[in-house]
C-alpha cells in the first residue's frame, strides 16, 4: 500500500504520520509519500524580495523545515518513503500528488481548531475528500 501524507509542520501533521506508524506497527506494509505544498508568494513577497531566486530559495526552506520531522519519525521506524514538494494551492496540488504517485491512501491531520465543535474541515481536508481517486483517513488532533 501506498500511504500520501500532506505535511505542513504542524503538530497535526505529525499525528496523522504516527497514525500511520500505528498502522505499520499493527501489520499493514506500506511505503509513504510525504508531501508538502508551499503557498505560492503573496504581491508584497515579489515587491520586496526583487528576485524570484530568492523566493524559490525561501519556499525550498520553509518545505525542507516542515517536511523534517515527519521524514525523522519514518526514518527512525525503518520505513521507506519519498518527497513531493510543490507551489500552488495545498488541496489540488495534493490530490495530483497522489494520482500521480498512485498512493492507495491518503492520512492527513485535522486542521488546528476543533473540528468536534464546528463540524467543519479546512480546505484541505475538504478538497482531498471531494477530489481525491484514493480513500482519505482524517486524524483529529488528540486522537491519533
Do not use: W
Not at 15 to 24: G, I, K, P, S, Y
Not at 91 to 99: P, S
Not at 103 to 112: F, K
Amino acid at each position: 500500500m501506498r500511504i500520501l501524507l500532506p505535511v505542513d509542520g504542524s503538530e497535526g501533521a505529525l499525528e496523522a504520520v504516527r497514525h500511520a506508524l500505528r498502522l505499520v506497527h499493527n501489520g499493514l506494509r506500506a511505503s509513504f509519500v510525504l508531501a508538502n505544498v508551499q503557498e505560492p508568494a503573496s504581491l508584497y513577497e515579489v515587491v520586496v524580495a526583487h528576485n524570484a531566486e530568492v523566493i524559490e530559495q525561501v519556499s525550498e526552506a520553509a518545505a525542507a523545515h516542515s517536511l523534517a520531522p515527519a521524514q525523522a519519525l519514518l526514518r527512525a521506524a525503518g520505513l521507506e518513503f519519498e518527497t513531493e514538494i510543490g507551489r500552488g494551492d495545498p488541496g489540488h496540488l495534493l490530490v495530483d500528488i497522489a494520482e500521480r504517485c498512485e498512493c492507495d491512501l491518503v492520512i492527513l491531520g485535522a486542521r488546528g481548531q476543533d473540528v468536534s465543535d464546528s463540524g467543519a474541515l479546512g480546505p484541505v481536508a475538504t478538497a482531498l475528500l471531494q477530489h481525491a481517486q484514493a480513500p482519505v483517513t482524517v486524524v483529529k488532533r488528540g486522537e491519533a
